[in-house]
């Protein structure tokens, strides 16, 4: 008895300094955003001894521009105050991502800042600032800014297939097919993956690229499926029908093309069809138009 009385009070020991860290950190947090906010001010403000303060005695500062690092907080100072005589019209804005305790004297937060001048598009830059505290205040020691490199995206001439994100099924009595539809990073492509189940094992799998050739100024896709066949096609729109001709190749190395409609009823419900399907010139039966619905 008197080993498991020991044992609750340890964990509840345990449990209490556990509390008393996540409120002290959450404490220096609410600390570290007000000392961001206070930087943000003082440089909007021109004040450049304002804004030395808020960096420690013997912190380093790292110019973007040139790389030069300019060492103590009265260098910092004088580096501002010139900063400030070239242009006093530059507004800075910085925005907290996280904020990281290395140790109850030092955290490290990440962020972005933007500096807007009156006529010239904003900078943006993602930085990492290293914090001390000193006599219970937090102050900055490090900074490190990197450019943001801007990607990008075809998200533009892509974005009359979003409503193709999501699961949809297709299900009659002998097999159910399930395809799922997801955008890849930057929105510069979509990707389908698809199954198909015949009663309890699949029976074929693959997946589907769609994405916008720069070059051609159209959509393409390419499919890829479980038995080793694959296919391009090129995409056109009319009203709510999508027209895909595509050309492929079987897995026995025989040509195969179609075109393939794809309609639009509403955000949730599509039908499918192919037609004009040949391989190796000879004409095979269309398949019917069928309803897909998304879950």
């Known amino acids: ?32 955003r007000a000392a961001v906010q206070s930087y943000v001010a003082a440089y909007n403000a021109g004040d450049a001894k304002a804004l030395a303060a808020l960096w420690s005695p013997d912190a380093v500062y790292t110019s973007p521009d040139s790389g030069e690092q300019v060492v103590g907080r009265e260098a910092i100072q004088k580096q501002f ?29 990440q962020g972005t800042a933007e500096l807007q001048t009156p006529d010239q598009s904003p900078q943006e830059s993602e930085y990492t600032a290293v914090y001390v505290k000193r006599d219970g205040q937090w102050l900055l020691d490090r900074v490190t800014e990197e450019d943001v490199v801007e990607v990008p995206s075809h998200y533009e001439n ?41 009663r309890d094992r699949i029976d074929m799998a693959g997946m589907q690229i769609i994405g916008w050739d ?14 080793g066949g694959f296919a ?40 499918l069809q192919s ?6 010139g000879e004409l095979l039966p269309n398949i019917d138009e069928v309803q897909v619905t998304k879950e």
């Open 1 to 32: 008895m008197k080993r498991k009385m020991i044992t609750a009070a340890a964990l509840a020991w345990g449990l209490a300094a556990t509390q008393l860290v996540q409120a002290d950190q959450a404490t220096d947090e609410a600390a570290i």
């Open 81 to 109: 105050t010139d900063i400030f005589a070239e242009s006093n019209r530059t507004r800075l804005g910085a925005t907290t991502h996280s904020i990281h305790f290395i140790s109850p004297g030092v955290a490290v937060e």
């Open 158 to 198: 892509l974005k009359d297939l979003e409503w193709l994100i999501g699961k949809w099924t297709d299900q009659d009595e002998q097999a159910t097919v399930v395809t799922e539809c997801n955008w890849a990073r930057n929105n510069n492509f979509l990707v389908r993956s698809f199954t198909v189940q015949v």
């Open 214 to 227: 720069p070059a051609a100024k159209q959509i393409r896709s390419w499919v890829f499926d479980s038995d």
């Open 232 to 271: 391009e096609g090129t995409w056109k729109k009319k009203e709510n029908r999508w027209y895909i001709e595509q050309n492929g190749i079987l897995t026995d190395g025989r040509k195969s093309s179609s075109l393939n409609i794809i309609t639009q009823l509403d955000d949730n419900t599509c039908t």
């Open 275 to 280: 037609v004009d399907r040949t391989v190796d």
